[in-house]
């Protein structure tokens, strides 16, 4: 064995060292960049984040859905299991706070839109600043206008946040604050109309006349066409009684823009004031007849400006000249047929009902113009209104209403086979929101099976009004009766009359009702009294059945 010096043992040693050294820390490295069990982790961070999210947006779409039906409870617990799952998202918080302001929660709710607000302020500012205002207290509402502030400093081009500050302002009564946010609006959007107008308003309110009509002239100098504010200057100073003024800037116009569409209401507002009433009618006349004016905008004259409707004449010319111009228009039709039943022309109204129907055949409002005019003209046939009804449900077979008149009138030609069939076609309809006519439907199956002695199902039938209506006296009434005459069950007959007397206690039928089944079962002392109660609230003692009942009881 070669034996070697202390100093090249050293030296071995250092190169040794050095050379594991170096290897460890080749080796480190490669474990950093391929330890499979460091891989792992790392992949399976991503794949459970991956999975989060996905989680996070099939909840979240859920809770969007049930929110748009109107199911705030689910959509409440949804919304709730999305904060679980992604705690800092904006929008999850911006439909709790609406779900709890709808709750009046509102210390959950200003929670929520504080949240949404601090975490996307750009984005749910208006939320954020509208209901603190709305609801807040004093320090609230500082914070919302504190907010708009900074959107509109921090977005220099939202003018939706000058708006609603200008608005507040207003409230406020912070006129030139408004004034401010007024100069910020129209530099961002441009000066247009709306804005003209509010700025000479807000000047108005100052009492500064002549920076009002300013903002009015600056914005005609910029489109000197815009009809509508060409007259709104004339109209401003007619408002404020100076209609030699006004007449001047209408004769302006007059000379400058004869074909100006509102020129004859602006005039027709004037001759008014001025007390001239056959001038102002004659010139809301030409307003009906401009071509350039909508439909909707000369019915709304026709409502509000009252010179033609002073004169009946000229009020029928006017709503001719609409029908020519417009003559498949259901509103100026509308308009036309309440003129004929103000006038009691029912015949003419009926005609123009008809036609109305062949326009539009599903209207129901019109089918119930003309149910009012058959239920109260009484040169209409029994044949006609019958025809009437027969067409009605044709158009309208979900209408439960069509099928109780058909019925009706089938009982008062005694069909009682055709009376029960359109009743039991009526009742496969599906409800309505009102169960009305689906009640009386079946009290009007009831009452058939009396007339037809067949006392069960009448009592079977009454029961199922009942159910629906457990309050509903004239069932109450009939079922009591019918049952004291023709049942067994004189005490249930009784309470049921006791309620109708409760309900109505001055009801001459209800205590005649009442005091029949007391004599029935004996009691007279108690059936003396009742009956003489609905004797003395009778109007007219000839009621054949009633007659009959007090001498009976009074023998």
Same mark, same amino acid.
């Given at each position: 064995?070669?034996?070697?010096?202390?100093?090249?043992?050293?030296?071995?040693?250092?190169?040794?060292?050095?050379?594991?050294?170096?290897?460890?820390?080749?080796?480190?490295?490669?474990?950093?960049?391929?330890?499979?069990?460091?891989?792992?982790?790392?992949?399976?961070?991503?794949?459970?984040?991956?999975?989060?999210?996905?989680?996070?947006?099939?909840?979240?779409?859920?809770?969007?859905?049930?929110?748009?039906?109107?199911?705030?409870?689910?959509?409440?617990?949804?919304?709730?299991?999305?904060?679980?799952?992604?705690?800092?998202?904006?929008? @999850?918080?911006?439909?709790?706070?609406?779900?709890?302001?709808?709750?009046?929660?509102?210390?959950?709710?200003?929670?929520?839109?504080?949240?949404?607000?601090?975490?996307?302020?750009?984005?749910?500012?208006?939320?954020?600043?509208?209901?603190?205002?709305?609801?807040?207290?004093?320090?609230?509402?500082?914070?919302?206008?504190?907010?708009?502030?900074?959107?509109?400093?921090?977005?220099?081009?939202?003018?939706?946040?000058?708006?609603?500050?200008?608005?507040?302002?207003?409230?406020?009564?912070?006129?030139?604050?408004?004034?401010?946010?007024?100069?910020?609006?129209?530099?961002?959007?441009?000066?247009?109309?709306?804005?003209?107008?509010?700025?000479?308003?807000?000047?108005?309110?100052?009492?500064?006349?002549?920076?009002?009509?300013?903002?009015?002239?600056?914005?005609?100098?910029?489109?000197?066409?815009?009809?509508?504010?060409?007259?709104?200057?004339?109209?401003?100073?007619?408002?404020?009684?100076?209609?030699?003024?006004?007449?001047?800037?209408?004769?302006?116009?007059?000379?400058?823009?004869?074909?100006?569409?509102?020129?004859?209401?602006?005039?027709?507002?004037?001759?008014?004031?001025?007390?001239?009433?056959?001038?102002?009618?004659?010139?809301?006349?030409?307003?009906?007849?401009?071509?350039?004016?909508?439909?909707?905008?000369?019915?709304?004259?026709?409502?509000?400006?009252?010179?033609?409707?002073?004169?009946?004449?000229?009020?029928?010319?006017?709503?001719?000249?609409?029908?020519?111009?417009?003559?498949?228009?259901?509103?100026?039709?509308?308009?036309?047929?309440?003129?004929?039943?103000?006038?009691?022309?029912?015949?003419?109204?009926?005609?123009?009902?008809?036609?109305?129907?062949?326009?539009?055949?599903?209207?129901?409002?019109?089918?119930?113009?003309?149910?009012?005019?058959?239920?109260?003209?009484?040169?209409?046939?029994?044949?006609?209104?019958?025809?009437?009804?027969?067409?009605?449900?044709?158009?309208?077979?979900?209408?439960?209403?069509?099928?109780?008149?058909?019925?009706?009138?089938?009982?008062?030609?005694?069909?009682?086979?055709?009376?029960?069939?359109?009743?039991?076609?009526?009742?496969?309809?599906?409800?309505?929101?009102?169960?009305?006519?689906?009640?009386?439907?079946?009290?009007?199956?009831?009452?058939?099976?009396?007339?037809?002695?067949?006392?069960?199902?009448?009592?079977?039938?009454?029961?199922?009004?009942?159910?629906?209506?457990?309050?509903?006296?004239?069932?109450?009434?009939?079922?009591?009766?019918?049952?004291?005459?023709?049942?067994?069950?004189?005490?249930?007959?009784?309470?049921?009359?006791?309620?109708?007397?409760?309900?109505?206690?001055?009801?001459?039928?209800?205590?005649?009702?009442?005091?029949?089944?007391?004599?029935?079962?004996?009691?007279? @002392?108690?059936?003396?009294?009742?009956?003489?109660?609905?004797?003395?609230?009778?109007?007219?003692?000839?009621?054949?059945?009633?007659?009959?009942?007090?001498?009976?009881?009074?023998?």
């Amino acid at each position: 064995m070669r034996r070697y010096s202390c100093k090249i043992w050293m030296l071995l040693i250092v190169l040794l060292c050095g050379i594991c050294c170096e290897a460890f820390a080749v080796g480190v490295k490669n474990v950093r960049r391929r330890s499979p069990l460091l891989e792992s982790k790392r992949g399976g961070d991503k794949q459970e984040n991956a999975e989060k999210e996905q989680e996070f947006k099939y909840f979240f779409y859920e809770a969007m859905l049930t929110f748009d039906a109107d199911h705030f409870d689910e959509s409440l617990a949804l919304l709730l299991h999305c904060e679980d799952i992604k705690p800092d998202d904006a929008a @999850t918080a911006y439909y709790l706070g609406i779900i709890y302001g709808g709750l009046n929660n509102e210390e959950r709710m200003f929670h929520y839109f504080d949240k949404a607000y601090r975490l996307c302020p750009r984005e749910y500012w208006y939320s954020y600043a509208v209901q603190h205002y709305k609801v807040g207290t004093d320090a609230d509402k500082k914070k919302a206008v504190a907010a708009l502030k900074e959107e509109i400093k921090s977005q220099s081009d939202n003018s939706h946040a000058a708006q609603v500050l200008q608005q507040i302002y207003i409230n406020e009564y912070k006129i030139k604050d408004a004034l401010a946010m007024q100069d910020v609006i129209d530099r961002i959007d441009g000066v247009d109309m709306s804005g003209a107008i509010r700025r000479y308003r807000l000047n108005t309110m100052l009492g500064r006349s002549a920076q009002a009509y300013n903002a009015i002239n600056n914005y005609l100098k910029q489109d000197p066409y815009d009809y509508y504010m060409q007259v709104f200057l004339g109209d401003a100073l007619l408002q404020q009684g100076n209609t030699k003024q006004a007449f001047e800037q209408y004769q302006k116009i007059e000379q400058s823009f004869p074909e100006n569409p509102y020129l004859a209401l602006s005039l027709s507002n004037y001759y008014g004031a001025v007390g001239n009433a056959d001038k102002a009618a004659e010139y809301e006349m030409k307003a009906i007849e401009n071509e350039q004016i909508s439909v909707d905008y000369k019915l709304g004259v026709l409502h509000d400006y009252q010179w033609l409707q002073a004169i009946d004449s000229m009020y029928f010319l006017a709503l001719n000249s609409l029908k020519q111009q417009y003559p498949l228009d259901e509103n100026v039709l509308k308009h036309l047929v309440d003129f004929y039943l103000a006038k009691d022309e029912n015949e003419s109204a009926e005609t123009l009902l008809w036609t109305m129907l062949d326009i539009n055949p599903e209207n129901s409002s019109t089918w119930q113009s003309l149910l009012s005019i058959y239920q109260t003209d009484t040169t209409i046939t029994p044949d006609d209104y019958k025809s009437f009804t027969h067409k009605a449900i044709k158009h309208q077979p979900e209408v439960q209403q069509w099928y109780y008149i058909m019925s009706s009138l089938q009982m008062m030609e005694g069909s009682q086979d055709s009376a029960l069939y359109y009743c039991q076609e009526g009742l496969k309809q599906p409800d309505g929101t009102d169960l009305h006519y689906k009640i009386a439907l079946i009290i009007q199956i009831a009452d058939i099976y009396i007339v037809r002695q067949e006392y069960d199902s009448a009592f079977d039938y009454y029961e199922k009004a009942l159910q629906y209506n457990p309050e509903n006296v004239y069932v109450l009434n009939n079922y009591a009766y019918t049952l004291a005459l023709y049942g067994s069950d004189l005490r249930k007959a009784e309470k049921m009359s006791q309620r109708t007397i409760k309900s109505e206690p001055n009801n001459p039928t209800y205590l005649d009702t009442y005091a029949w089944i007391l004599h029935l079962q004996g009691q007279t @002392t108690l059936a003396r009294f009742y009956m003489q109660q609905a004797w003395d609230n009778s109007p007219e003692k000839n009621d054949e059945e009633l007659v009959q009942h007090y001498q009976e009881i009074f023998k």
